[in-house]
């Protein structure tokens, strides 16, 4: 285990031609580009958190039935510093660094007395976006970087703050048809109003522009007031249908008061995080048209969530599903310490990742009385009517031990059948990849020994019909130290194993990714 979590990868910027087994269909034409942690331990100094460590890119090219493998470390200012230093020297999620002396870049982190929140990291391990016709690692601080997908290389560093008034944002952004991102961040320090916005980032400027930005046209497009100033909700994903925004405010929430002393305390931002088990969770419906949020108050019991699966709009309901937990103990999970010591022993999950799902009465009838079920569609869930007006719901439980989900994206925000997930069973490992019926609660499974699968992620063929009609990728990282990792390639319709793609390199558990066709790469840069 300590190998697989937390022993430093090699890069490999130099392309390297994989092993293939099997047959891969003559369309798989493209790069899968990953992110996740790399690096976690510097010269004498080791973070403290899985998610601290240095992000590590690697992607897997398909080219004309071959695929190539590469990787680099994100060349962020947090990784140079860090490396010129030889020791941690960036905070990071679960470790507080102090900055080196001589080096001023984060230097702002000292004034924390004029700044209510100190500078945070551009480590960008978390996720891809695509913004126009380009790339950026991002991570959830107001930092992201340009990255050139093709040879992995750093570019610049985009602070959002820049642009609109976000301290945090979310590694996983939606987009419209047209490419336009929208993504959501918390507004901490602006004004003493905490709240979350809602922004779009464009994916094209005017032709007329000299330097083009599509940051410099960032726009805020809505926001919602936190329930509590100084207590915002910590979110990591956000859900969207035809006509609304759905953000849910959970009880996890970030301090405020705890972010702006943690230097002078020497603590860590995960220390300012915490599950408040007797607060409920709220529901935030936006309208996208209006930019008003939905006047009923609709709750559900304390829960933490990390991914929203999918959501979409049906006979005058919103229904979402998220992959939820009962507390916040996947978080504490990832502590190195807890993933290297009698791993099998001591990390047990006290809370099952469950996929819920909410069925939320937006048009209902106002006058029904105290205590009855709003919802009209045949599902166990409910939303009950309660004496103040406000809406109680429970969920329909589509299933258990299932993360990292991962959906055909054009059925966001839509009707849709089919999520593709890792399963986990009593760690936080996962040891298999799962296609569930949201409609039917079926599965299908694929699982191999010394196997340890991340995130898959569904690729439609050119002439898909139907929904599941492609492939679903994920890298697999093995524990036989005899068993080179590989690229697993199954078709998505029977999760029948279509091929592998093998690597002979110490490969990274990963977070999560995207796969860029090939019509979609600039040529120029090949
Ligand atoms: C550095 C930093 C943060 C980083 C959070 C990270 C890195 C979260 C990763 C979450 C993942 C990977 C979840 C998977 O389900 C905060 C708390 C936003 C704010 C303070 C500064
Ligand atoms: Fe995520």
Redesign the pocket.
């Known amino acids: 285990m300590e190998t697989i979590f937390s022993k430093n990868k090699e890069e490999h910027p130099e392309s390297i031609k994989a092993e293939v087994q099997g047959q891969l269909p003559t369309w798989l034409q493209g790069i899968l580009l990953r992110n996740g942690p790399g690096m976690h331990t510097i010269g004498d100094t080791k973070y403290n958190h899985w ?2 460590g240095l992000a590590l890119l690697h992607s897997f090219t398909f080219k004309n039935g071959e695929v190539y493998y590469r990787s680099k470390y994100l060349r962020s200012d947090s990784y140079n510093c860090n490396i010129e230093a030889n020791r941690i020297v960036v ?3 679960g470790t507080m660094a102090y900055p080196d002396p001589c080096k001023n870049i984060f230097a702002k982190a000292f004034s924390y007395l004029s700044h209510t929140i100190p500078e ?2 551009d ?1 960008c ?2 996720n891809i976006m695509k913004s126009g016709d380009d790339y950026y690692a991002t ?3 107001n930092f992201i970087r340009k990255i050139n997908p093709q040879t992995l290389e750093t570019l610049e560093k985009v602070d959002y703050n820049k642009y609109i008034a976000v301290n ?1 944002a979310t ?1 996983h952004p939606h987009y419209d048809s047209a490419g336009n991102i929208l993504n959501m961040g918390t507004s901490i320090v602006d004004k003493g109003k905490t709240k979350y916005l809602l922004f779009k980032i464009p994916s094209s400027v005017p032709e007329t522009e000299k330097k083009k930005s599509c940051f410099k046209h960032m726009e805020v497009v809505c926001s919602i007031p936190s329930r509590s100033l100084l207590q915002p909700s ?1 979110y ?1 994903s956000f859900g969207i249908t035809e006509n609304y925004i759905v953000f849910i405010e959970q009880p996890l929430k ?1 301090d405020i008061v705890k ?1 702006a002393t943690a230097y002078i305390r020497g603590v860590n ?2 220390s ?2 915490a599950f408040h088990k007797d607060d409920k969770t709220w529901f935030h419906f936006v309208d996208r048209k209006t930019k008003k949020d939905v006047s009923t108050k609709f709750y559900t019991d304390a829960l933490v969530l ?2 929203h699966v999918n959501a979409y709009e049906e006979d005058g309901h919103i229904i979402f599903d998220i992959i939820a937990y009962t507390d916040n103990s ?2 504490d999970m990832f502590y190195l310490k807890k993933l290297s010591k009698d791993f099998e022993e001591n990390n047990k999950l006290t809370s099952i990742p469950t996929c819920k799902r909410f069925v939320v009465p937006l048009q209902y009838d106002k006058d029904a009385e105290v205590g009855s079920n709003l919802v009209t569609l045949p599902t166990s869930a409910t939303a009950v009517k309660e004496k103040d007006g406000s809406i109680y719901c429970q969920p329909e439980i589509l299933c258990e031990g299932i ?2 989900p991962h959906i055909n994206y054009g059925y966001n925000g839509k009707k849709y059948t089919y999520v593709y997930a890792t399963e986990v069973q009593w760690s936080p490992v996962p040891t298999k990849i799962a296609k569930l019926n949201v409609q039917t609660k079926e599965m299908l499974h694929w699982r191999a020994d010394h196997c340890w699968p991340s995130e898959p992620i569904f690729v439609p063929s050119p002439d898909a019909r139907e929904e599941d009609d492609g492939v679903v990728l994920t890298c697999v990282v093995t524990s036989d130290p005899k068993e080179a990792p590989f690229l697993l390639i199954l078709d998505a319709k029977t999760f029948k194993e279509l091929g592998r793609a093998r690597v002979n390199v110490e490969m990274h558990l990963d ?1 999560h990714g995207m796969f860029i066709p090939e019509k979609a790469l600039k040529t120029e840069t090949e």
Do not use: R
């Open positions: 998610f601290d905070s990071e999620f945070f990291t480590n391990l978390i991570s959830e601080t945090v590694s910590y990591h970030l972010m931002w995960a300012c995080l990390y991914h996947l978080y993360e990292l977070l």
